[in-house]
Structures are given as C-alpha cells and as structure tokens.
Nanobody, 115 residues
Framework: QVQLVESGGGLVQAGGSLRLSCAAS????????MGWYRQAPGKQRELVAR???????NYADSVKGRFTISRDNAKNTVYLQMNSLKPEDTAVYYC?????????WGQGTQVTVSS
C-alpha cells in the first residue's frame, strides 16, 4: 500500500502562484511514476503533470510553461509549482502514484483561481 498526503491548495487571484506537495509513504519502492491530476466540476479527471522513471516529465498542453513538477526522492515527495494561474485552472488536484500496475490517489486538494 502507498499512502499519499497532499497539501498546498487554496484560493488565489489570477496570475498568482501556488505550490502543491504530496508526501508518499508505505510501499514506495519500484514506483513507476508520480504526478498530479485535476478534476473540475462536470469534467473528467485529467493529467496535469507527472514524472516517470528516469526523471522524464510530461505536462498537459494547457499548463506547459506555467507549471513545474519536481520530486525530492529523499523526502518521497512530489511538488507542483503553479505560476500564472488562470481561472480555468480551478479544480480539485489529486496526487497520483503508479506502482507496478496499481494506481494510488491522494484525497485531493482544492485550487480556486479567482478572476
């Protein structure tokens, strides 16, 4: 089992910044990928950014150049630095870990961007 604890969400004005953190514990060996997804009301959950084995990063087109994902292996923590936030970034953000073929999810943290 993998446990994920997220923090860092909140309310911010458009153009502002937030940093999300996700601390992983439990059976974290052989993690294939760590990342962030988001789900806005009435929409499907979508990938925001992830780091896969070897440090390769993937980003949704809508956040490229504004969001940066990073990982601190010593702390088993993944971060999402979000800059130049837009109202359309408003969503619940979920931390995700893929270990073998099993997905693990955090409880979600709300990010609200006001115009």
């Amino acid at each position: 089992q993998v446990q994920l604890v997220e923090s860092g969400g909140g309310l911010v004005q458009a153009g502002g910044s937030l940093r999300l953190s996700c601390a992983a514990s439990g059976s974290i060996l052989s993690v294939n990928a760590m990342g962030w997804y988001r789900q806005a009301p009435g929409k499907q959950r979508e990938l925001v950014a992830r780091i896969i084995s070897g440090g390769i990063t993937n980003y949704a087109d809508s956040v490229k150049g504004r969001f940066t994902i990073s990982r601190d292996n010593a702390k088993n923590t993944v971060y999402l630095q979000m800059n130049s936030l837009k109202p359309e970034d408003t969503a619940v953000y979920y931390c995700n870990v893929l270990r073998s073929v099993q997905n693990y999810w955090g409880q979600g943290t709300q990010v609200t961007v006001s115009s």
